[in-house]
Protein backbone atom coordinates (compact mmCIF):
# COMPACT_ATOMS: atom_id res chain seq x y z
CA UNK A 1 0.00 0.00 0.00
CA UNK A 2 1.59 3.40 -1.20
CA UNK A 3 1.95 6.04 1.58
CA UNK A 4 3.07 9.80 1.08
CA UNK A 5 5.10 9.59 4.13
CA UNK A 6 9.06 9.71 3.56
CA UNK A 7 10.32 6.03 4.31
CA UNK A 8 13.69 7.57 5.25
CA UNK A 9 12.21 10.74 7.49
CA UNK A 10 13.86 8.88 10.68
CA UNK A 11 17.35 9.73 9.73
CA UNK A 12 16.23 13.48 10.33
CA UNK A 13 15.67 12.43 13.63
CA UNK A 14 18.49 10.81 14.80
CA UNK A 15 20.91 12.87 13.02
CA UNK A 16 19.84 15.48 14.88
CA UNK A 17 20.10 13.60 17.87
CA UNK A 18 23.56 13.26 17.29
CA UNK A 19 23.98 16.71 16.64
CA UNK A 20 22.28 18.16 20.22
CA UNK A 21 25.05 15.38 21.47
CA UNK A 22 28.07 16.84 20.09
CA UNK A 23 28.58 13.51 18.18
CA UNK A 24 27.97 14.42 14.27
CA UNK A 25 30.81 13.69 12.20
CA UNK A 26 31.53 15.36 9.21
CA UNK A 27 34.23 14.68 6.17
CA UNK A 28 37.25 17.23 5.89
CA UNK A 29 39.12 16.62 2.73
CA UNK A 30 42.29 17.75 3.04
CA UNK A 31 44.46 18.83 0.75
CA UNK A 32 48.05 17.90 -0.21
CA UNK A 33 49.93 20.90 1.55
CA UNK A 34 47.68 21.49 4.42
CA UNK A 35 50.26 23.53 6.43
CA UNK A 36 48.71 21.94 10.01
CA UNK A 37 51.35 19.63 12.35
CA UNK A 38 49.98 16.26 11.89
CA UNK A 39 49.27 14.74 15.08
CA UNK A 40 46.22 13.30 14.07
CA UNK A 41 46.74 10.46 11.67
CA UNK A 42 48.61 6.87 11.57
CA UNK A 43 51.99 7.50 10.38
CA UNK A 44 53.66 6.51 13.16
CA UNK A 45 57.07 6.16 11.35
CA UNK A 46 56.66 9.41 9.09
CA UNK A 47 56.72 7.49 5.73
CA UNK A 48 54.25 8.16 4.70
CA UNK A 49 56.33 11.00 2.47
CA UNK A 50 59.34 8.95 2.53
CA UNK A 51 61.21 8.89 -1.49
CA UNK A 52 61.95 5.36 -0.85
CA UNK A 53 58.68 4.49 -0.03
CA UNK A 54 56.99 6.81 -2.97
CA UNK A 55 59.25 4.96 -5.44
CA UNK A 56 58.48 1.40 -4.53
CA UNK A 57 54.76 2.26 -4.93
CA UNK A 58 55.52 3.52 -8.38
CA UNK A 59 57.81 0.82 -9.54
CA UNK A 60 55.39 -2.26 -8.57
CA UNK A 61 52.26 0.37 -10.14
CA UNK A 62 54.47 0.33 -13.77
CA UNK A 63 55.29 -3.52 -13.02
CA UNK A 64 51.62 -4.82 -12.24
CA UNK A 65 49.39 -2.03 -13.09
CA UNK A 66 46.54 0.08 -11.13
CA UNK A 67 44.67 -2.87 -9.97
CA UNK A 68 45.23 -6.78 -8.75
CA UNK A 69 42.64 -7.68 -11.23
CA UNK A 70 40.83 -10.08 -9.31
CA UNK A 71 40.91 -12.14 -5.60
CA UNK A 72 44.08 -13.35 -4.30
CA UNK A 73 42.40 -17.02 -5.35
CA UNK A 74 42.39 -16.10 -8.94
CA UNK A 75 44.15 -13.12 -10.75
CA UNK A 76 44.93 -11.15 -7.60
CA UNK A 77 48.44 -13.00 -6.32
CA UNK A 78 51.09 -11.45 -7.62
CA UNK A 79 54.81 -12.98 -6.85
CA UNK A 80 55.31 -9.05 -5.04
CA UNK A 81 52.04 -10.10 -3.03
CA UNK A 82 54.09 -13.37 -1.96
CA UNK A 83 57.31 -11.73 -1.09
CA UNK A 84 55.57 -9.18 1.46
CA UNK A 85 53.87 -12.20 2.73
CA UNK A 86 57.20 -13.71 3.77
CA UNK A 87 58.76 -10.68 4.57
CA UNK A 88 56.52 -9.46 7.17
CA UNK A 89 56.49 -12.97 8.67
CA UNK A 90 60.09 -13.08 8.94
CA UNK A 91 60.87 -9.66 10.47
CA UNK A 92 58.19 -10.31 13.48
CA UNK A 93 58.85 -14.25 13.69
CA UNK A 94 55.85 -15.97 12.57
CA UNK A 95 56.46 -18.68 10.31
CA UNK A 96 53.85 -17.79 7.68
CA UNK A 97 51.86 -14.80 6.08
CA UNK A 98 48.79 -14.09 4.51
CA UNK A 99 47.51 -10.29 3.05
CA UNK A 100 44.56 -9.15 2.74
CA UNK A 101 42.96 -6.14 1.09
CA UNK A 102 42.83 -4.64 5.02
CA UNK A 103 43.50 -4.87 8.46
CA UNK A 104 39.60 -4.95 8.79
CA UNK A 105 39.24 -7.33 6.35
CA UNK A 106 42.14 -9.38 8.19
CA UNK A 107 40.46 -9.46 11.46
CA UNK A 108 37.01 -10.31 10.25
CA UNK A 109 38.67 -13.29 8.20
CA UNK A 110 40.93 -14.48 10.96
CA UNK A 111 38.38 -14.46 13.76
CA UNK A 112 34.94 -15.91 11.43
CA UNK A 113 37.72 -18.52 10.28
CA UNK A 114 38.99 -19.53 13.52
CA UNK A 115 35.64 -19.58 15.29
CA UNK A 116 32.33 -20.72 14.32
CA UNK A 117 28.71 -22.61 15.94
CA UNK A 118 29.99 -24.40 18.99
CA UNK A 119 32.87 -22.29 20.01
CA UNK A 120 33.87 -19.56 22.32
CA UNK A 121 35.04 -15.63 21.50
CA UNK A 122 36.49 -13.96 24.56
CA UNK A 123 37.37 -10.10 23.67
CA UNK A 124 38.30 -7.36 25.67
CA UNK A 125 35.55 -4.46 26.01
CA UNK A 126 38.81 -2.30 24.37
CA UNK A 127 38.78 -4.50 21.62
CA UNK A 128 38.61 -2.64 17.75
CA UNK A 129 35.87 -2.25 16.06
CA UNK A 130 37.04 -4.45 13.24
CA UNK A 131 37.34 -7.43 16.32
CA UNK A 132 34.03 -6.28 17.58
CA UNK A 133 32.41 -6.82 14.92
CA UNK A 134 33.86 -10.28 13.93
CA UNK A 135 32.75 -11.73 17.15
CA UNK A 136 28.86 -10.23 15.75
CA UNK A 137 29.95 -12.65 12.79
CA UNK A 138 31.71 -15.23 14.20
CA UNK A 139 28.13 -17.37 14.74
CA UNK A 140 30.42 -18.52 17.94
CA UNK A 141 28.94 -17.47 21.83
CA UNK A 142 30.60 -14.05 22.88
CA UNK A 143 32.27 -13.09 26.17
CA UNK A 144 33.22 -9.69 26.42
CA UNK A 145 35.37 -8.94 29.38
CA UNK A 146 36.61 -5.97 30.99
CA UNK A 147 39.54 -4.20 29.59
CA UNK A 148 42.68 -6.14 30.60
CA UNK A 149 40.27 -8.44 33.74
CA UNK A 150 42.60 -11.21 33.35
CA UNK A 151 40.28 -13.45 36.02
CA UNK A 152 37.38 -12.69 33.57
CA UNK A 153 38.95 -13.68 31.11
CA UNK A 154 40.48 -16.82 33.33
CA UNK A 155 36.71 -17.53 34.55
CA UNK A 156 35.39 -17.85 30.69
CA UNK A 157 37.88 -20.03 29.01
CA UNK A 158 37.58 -22.51 32.80
CA UNK A 159 33.52 -22.36 32.33
CA UNK A 160 33.28 -23.14 28.78
CA UNK A 161 31.61 -25.99 27.43
CA UNK A 162 32.75 -25.51 23.69
CA UNK A 163 35.53 -27.52 22.43
CA UNK A 164 37.52 -24.29 20.50
CA UNK A 165 38.14 -20.71 22.03
CA UNK A 166 39.96 -18.15 20.96
CA UNK A 167 41.04 -15.18 22.99
CA UNK A 168 41.15 -11.78 21.22
CA UNK A 169 42.54 -8.23 21.87
CA UNK A 170 44.71 -5.36 20.61
CA UNK A 171 48.43 -5.23 21.48
CA UNK A 172 48.29 -1.82 21.75
CA UNK A 173 44.86 -0.11 22.38
CA UNK A 174 44.09 2.40 19.67
CA UNK A 175 42.60 4.99 22.14
CA UNK A 176 43.94 5.43 25.35
CA UNK A 177 47.58 3.91 23.70
CA UNK A 178 47.79 1.35 26.60
CA UNK A 179 49.40 -2.61 26.53
CA UNK A 180 47.42 -5.24 26.74
CA UNK A 181 48.93 -7.66 29.48
CA UNK A 182 49.76 -10.41 26.41
CA UNK A 183 52.14 -12.50 28.13
CA UNK A 184 49.61 -13.38 31.03
CA UNK A 185 46.72 -13.63 28.23
CA UNK A 186 49.20 -16.44 26.54
CA UNK A 187 49.70 -18.73 30.03
CA UNK A 188 45.75 -18.59 29.94
CA UNK A 189 45.61 -19.77 26.53
CA UNK A 190 47.99 -22.23 27.02
CA UNK A 191 46.13 -23.69 30.32
CA UNK A 192 43.13 -23.89 28.62
CA UNK A 193 43.37 -24.97 25.28
CA UNK A 194 42.49 -21.88 23.51
CA UNK A 195 44.40 -19.80 20.65
CA UNK A 196 45.28 -16.03 21.26
CA UNK A 197 44.53 -13.91 18.58
CA UNK A 198 46.76 -10.07 18.88
CA UNK A 199 45.57 -7.67 16.74
CA UNK A 200 49.11 -5.85 16.27
CA UNK A 201 47.96 -2.56 14.29
CA UNK A 202 48.95 0.02 16.71
CA UNK A 203 52.19 -2.07 17.64
CA UNK A 204 54.46 -3.47 14.82
CA UNK A 205 56.59 -0.13 13.78
CA UNK A 206 56.30 0.96 17.39
CA UNK A 207 56.90 -1.72 20.23
CA UNK A 208 59.65 -4.51 20.33
CA UNK A 209 63.09 -4.42 18.72
CA UNK A 210 63.25 -2.36 15.68
CA UNK A 211 59.27 -2.11 15.53
CA UNK A 212 59.00 -5.76 15.82
CA UNK A 213 55.71 -5.56 17.81
CA UNK A 214 54.83 -6.32 21.74
CA UNK A 215 54.18 -10.06 20.46
CA UNK A 216 58.20 -10.26 19.57
CA UNK A 217 58.99 -7.87 22.48
CA UNK A 218 57.47 -10.34 24.76
CA UNK A 219 58.88 -13.38 23.51
CA UNK A 220 55.57 -15.02 21.89
CA UNK A 221 56.52 -14.69 18.31
CA UNK A 222 56.48 -17.88 16.39
CA UNK A 223 54.16 -19.61 18.87
CA UNK A 224 51.12 -21.99 16.86
CA UNK A 225 49.12 -20.85 19.42
CA UNK A 226 49.47 -17.02 18.90
CA UNK A 227 47.61 -15.54 15.36
CA UNK A 228 48.76 -12.33 14.88
CA UNK A 229 46.92 -9.22 12.36
CA UNK A 230 48.41 -6.32 11.30
CA UNK A 231 47.38 -3.29 8.89
CA UNK A 232 50.04 -1.91 6.56
CA UNK A 233 48.30 1.73 6.80
CA UNK A 234 49.91 2.75 10.21
CA UNK A 235 53.57 2.91 10.50
CA UNK A 236 54.16 0.80 6.81
CA UNK A 237 52.91 3.68 5.59
CA UNK A 238 50.27 1.85 2.82
CA UNK A 239 47.05 0.28 3.22
CA UNK A 240 46.21 -3.52 3.29
CA UNK A 241 45.88 -6.25 6.12
CA UNK A 242 48.09 -8.92 7.26
CA UNK A 243 47.65 -12.55 8.92
CA UNK A 244 50.97 -13.63 10.72
CA UNK A 245 50.73 -16.96 11.74
CA UNK A 246 52.01 -20.80 11.65
CA UNK A 247 51.41 -21.95 7.86
CA UNK A 248 48.53 -24.26 8.95
CA UNK A 249 46.52 -20.80 10.30
CA UNK A 250 47.14 -19.34 7.21
CA UNK A 251 46.44 -22.18 4.90
CA UNK A 252 43.22 -22.66 6.47
CA UNK A 253 42.22 -18.53 5.70
CA UNK A 254 42.88 -19.55 2.40
CA UNK A 255 40.53 -22.20 2.19
CA UNK A 256 37.66 -20.27 4.76
CA UNK A 257 38.31 -16.39 5.21
CA UNK A 258 35.09 -15.39 3.23
CA UNK A 259 37.12 -11.67 3.59
CA UNK A 260 40.48 -13.56 1.49
CA UNK A 261 38.48 -15.39 -0.68
CA UNK A 262 35.69 -12.88 -2.17
CA UNK A 263 37.50 -9.80 -1.60
CA UNK A 264 39.60 -8.26 -4.47
CA UNK A 265 43.02 -8.79 -3.72
CA UNK A 266 45.51 -5.95 -1.99
CA UNK A 267 46.69 -3.38 -5.27
CA UNK A 268 50.33 -3.47 -6.23
CA UNK A 269 51.08 -0.15 -5.62
CA UNK A 270 49.98 -0.71 -1.69
CA UNK A 271 51.93 -3.43 -1.93
CA UNK A 272 55.26 -1.98 -3.32
CA UNK A 273 54.75 0.85 -1.10
CA UNK A 274 54.57 -1.73 2.09
CA UNK A 275 58.12 -3.83 1.47
CA UNK A 276 59.62 -0.36 0.79
CA UNK A 277 58.32 0.84 3.82
CA UNK A 278 59.74 -2.52 5.79
CA UNK A 279 63.05 -1.74 4.06
CA UNK A 280 62.89 1.32 6.06
CA UNK A 281 62.48 0.49 9.36
CA UNK A 282 65.01 -2.51 8.75
CA UNK A 283 67.51 -0.19 7.62
CA UNK A 284 66.25 2.62 10.40
CA UNK A 285 65.20 0.55 13.17
CA UNK A 286 66.14 3.63 15.44
CA UNK A 287 62.63 5.03 14.22
CA UNK A 288 60.36 2.49 16.48
CA UNK A 289 62.31 4.07 19.59
CA UNK A 290 62.11 7.88 18.03
CA UNK A 291 57.84 7.44 18.03
CA UNK A 292 58.33 6.51 21.68
CA UNK A 293 60.49 9.49 22.43
CA UNK A 294 58.30 11.96 20.44
CA UNK A 295 55.04 10.27 22.24
CA UNK A 296 56.98 11.19 25.73
CA UNK A 297 57.42 14.76 24.85
CA UNK A 298 53.72 15.27 23.37
CA UNK A 299 52.73 13.67 26.60
CA UNK A 300 54.46 15.89 28.83
CA UNK A 301 53.82 18.78 27.14
CA UNK A 302 50.02 18.02 27.66
CA UNK A 303 50.29 17.32 31.30
CA UNK A 304 49.81 13.40 30.75
CA UNK A 305 50.74 10.61 31.66
CA UNK A 306 54.02 9.14 28.96
CA UNK A 307 52.12 6.55 27.06
CA UNK A 308 54.01 3.10 26.21
CA UNK A 309 53.02 3.25 22.43
CA UNK A 310 52.61 6.65 19.90
CA UNK A 311 49.06 7.14 21.34
CA UNK A 312 48.87 10.18 23.84
CA UNK A 313 45.46 10.55 24.87
CA UNK A 314 43.99 13.76 26.92
CA UNK A 315 40.84 13.02 28.38
CA UNK A 316 38.20 15.98 27.99
CA UNK A 317 34.56 14.18 29.05
CA UNK A 318 32.58 16.22 27.35
CA UNK A 319 32.06 15.25 23.59
CA UNK A 320 31.42 18.81 22.50
CA UNK A 321 33.78 20.41 24.43
CA UNK A 322 36.73 17.57 22.70
CA UNK A 323 34.68 18.65 19.15
CA UNK A 324 35.61 22.13 20.28
CA UNK A 325 39.23 21.92 21.57
CA UNK A 326 39.58 19.59 18.29
CA UNK A 327 38.87 22.59 16.00
CA UNK A 328 40.50 24.96 18.03
CA UNK A 329 44.20 22.97 17.23
CA UNK A 330 43.30 23.17 13.68
CA UNK A 331 42.54 26.39 13.71
CA UNK A 332 46.07 27.10 15.10
CA UNK A 333 48.13 24.77 12.74
CA UNK A 334 47.85 21.85 14.62
CA UNK A 335 45.50 18.57 13.58
CA UNK A 336 44.58 16.26 16.39
CA UNK A 337 42.26 13.36 16.54
CA UNK A 338 38.68 13.64 18.48
CA UNK A 339 37.21 10.74 19.93
CA UNK A 340 33.89 10.90 20.97
CA UNK A 341 31.22 8.33 21.57
CA UNK A 342 31.00 5.17 20.74
CA UNK A 343 34.35 5.05 19.44
CA UNK A 344 35.30 5.60 23.72
CA UNK A 345 33.09 5.19 26.44
CA UNK A 346 30.57 7.64 27.81
CA UNK A 347 32.48 11.05 29.42
CA UNK A 348 35.83 10.00 28.40
CA UNK A 349 35.70 11.98 25.06
CA UNK A 350 39.50 13.38 24.36
CA UNK A 351 42.08 14.93 22.29
CA UNK A 352 43.89 11.66 20.99
CA UNK A 353 47.59 12.80 19.32
CA UNK A 354 49.87 10.65 18.23
CA UNK A 355 53.19 11.00 17.42
CA UNK A 356 55.65 10.79 14.43
CA UNK A 357 59.19 9.55 14.64
CA UNK A 358 60.47 12.99 12.59
CA UNK A 359 58.47 15.36 14.25
CA UNK A 360 61.15 18.14 14.68
CA UNK A 361 62.67 20.36 17.63
CA UNK A 362 60.76 23.40 15.98
CA UNK A 363 57.51 21.13 15.43
CA UNK A 364 57.09 20.43 19.29
CA UNK A 365 57.42 23.90 19.87
CA UNK A 366 54.74 25.04 18.32
CA UNK A 367 52.72 21.83 19.93
CA UNK A 368 53.54 22.97 22.84
CA UNK A 369 52.59 27.03 22.50
CA UNK A 370 49.21 25.49 20.44
CA UNK A 371 48.12 22.71 23.14
CA UNK A 372 48.88 25.19 25.83
CA UNK A 373 46.29 27.83 24.72
CA UNK A 374 43.89 25.12 23.51
CA UNK A 375 43.49 23.12 26.90
CA UNK A 376 43.71 26.29 29.15
CA UNK A 377 40.69 27.77 27.18
CA UNK A 378 39.14 24.33 27.16
CA UNK A 379 39.27 24.19 31.28
CA UNK A 380 37.82 27.94 31.59
Known sequence: MGSDKDALSWLDDRESERRAAGLRRELRPRTPATGLIDLASNDYLGLVRHP??????????????????????????TTEHALLESELAEF??????????????????????????GSLVV????????????????????????????????????????????VLTDSVFSADGDLAPLR???????RYGAVLVVDEAHGI????????????????????????????????????????????????LVDTARTFIFDTGLAPAAVGAARAALGVLRREPYRA?????RA???????????????VVSVILGDPQRAFDAAAACR????????????????????????????LTATELTTIEHVLDDVLAASAT
Open 184 to 190: EMHKLVR
Open 52 to 77: DVIDGAIASLRRWGTGSTGSRLVTGS
Open 289 to 293: QAVLD
Open 205 to 252: GVRGSGGRGLVHELGLEGQEDVVVTATLSKSLASQGGVVLASGRVCAH
Open 331 to 358: ENGLSVGCFRPPSVPEGTSRLRLTARAN
Open 123 to 166: SDAGSHASLVDACRLSRARVEVTPHGNLGAIEAALRDRTEERAL
Open 92 to 117: VGAEAGLVFASGYAANLGTVTALAGK
Open 296 to 310: ADIARIAGVEVPPSA
